[in-house]
């Protein structure tokens, strides 16, 4: 009798457990990576509380849409879970890319800080325009070619995202994010060593 009883019982928390729905966050819109989450492209939907998925709950709407964003890009229709968003700032959208590059002392300028704008400057000499190609007289900021002739802008626009000092040698090693356009010369160019960054003033960070 008294398995039977203790078997009765298990079947009944099973059932319950079974029909205990909770309210979660379903994306109804594509929102890309990088991107926040915003309170039109989310609606709220019950889901059975039976499974090891990290839900974000309907609850936490006011703190998703406020401090966090796509992971990855999320479709339409998908239920939300914790991989798929994220609290940092450094995630990229679409269309952009980071470019690492390895400055020499004189290649960048004193205090060169996270968050800088910059502009990207071909310095090469004959060698250096020989190892990246013919100039096309054409700023590569917006054709992806090769890098123009000394002196002008490789690329502009770009964000920094990280600069490390080695004492010893006085180099700085800069991560930029850039349109992906202008990632083929500006990667051309910093293998020939041939960058020089220059800090954009505010008020013509965006010409």
């Known amino acids: 009798m008294l398995?039977?009883?203790?078997?009765?019982?298990g079947a009944t928390v099973?059932?319950?457990?079974?029909?205990?729905?909770?309210?979660?966050?379903?994306?109804?819109?594509?929102?890309?990576?990088?991107?926040?989450?915003?309170?039109?492209?989310?609606?709220?939907?019950?889901?059975?509380?039976?499974?090891?998925?990290?839900?974000?709950?309907?609850?936490?709407?006011?703190?998703?849409?406020?401090?966090?964003?796509?992971?990855?890009?999320?479709?339409k229709d998908s239920i939300l879970v914790q991989n798929m968003?994220?609290?940092?700032d450094d995630v990229l959208t679409a269309g952009k890319s980071m470019v690492g590059l390895s400055l020499k002392d004189g290649q960048f300028y004193?205090?060169?800080?996270?968050?800088?704008?910059?502009?990207?400057?071909?310095?090469?000499?004959?060698?250096?325009?020989s190892a990246t190609g013919s100039s096309t007289g054409t700023s590569s900021g917006s054709t992806g070619g090769a890098p123009p002739t000394g002196g002008m802008p490789i690329a502009t626009g770009l964000t920094v995202k990280?600069?490390?000092?080695?004492?010893q040698t006085g180099n700085e090693s800069v991560t930029v994010v850039a349109n992906s356009s202008q990632v083929s010369a500006l990667t051309i160019a910093a293998s020939a060593n041939s960058v020089a960054l220059v800090l954009v003033p505010p008020s013509t960070a965006g010409n």
Not at 17 to 40: C, L, M, W
Request: no cysteine; aromatic share 6%.
């Open 3 to 9: 398995l039977i009883l203790l078997g009765a019982l």
């Open 14 to 75: 099973m059932v319950m457990r079974a029909g205990n729905k909770v309210s979660v966050v379903e994306i109804t819109d594509t929102v890309a990576a990088g991107e926040p989450i915003p309170p039109t492209a989310i609606k709220e939907v019950m889901v059975s509380d039976d499974t090891d998925m990290s839900f974000i709950l309907w609850k936490q709407r006011g703190d998703l849409t406020s401090h966090y964003r796509a992971a990855t890009t999320l479709v």
């Open 85 to 88: 968003i994220t609290d940092k």
């Open 110 to 129: 004193k205090g060169i800080a996270v968050g800088d704008t910059v502009a990207a400057y071909y310095v090469g000499t004959d060698a250096g325009k």
């Open 162 to 167: 990280s600069a490390i000092g080695n004492s």
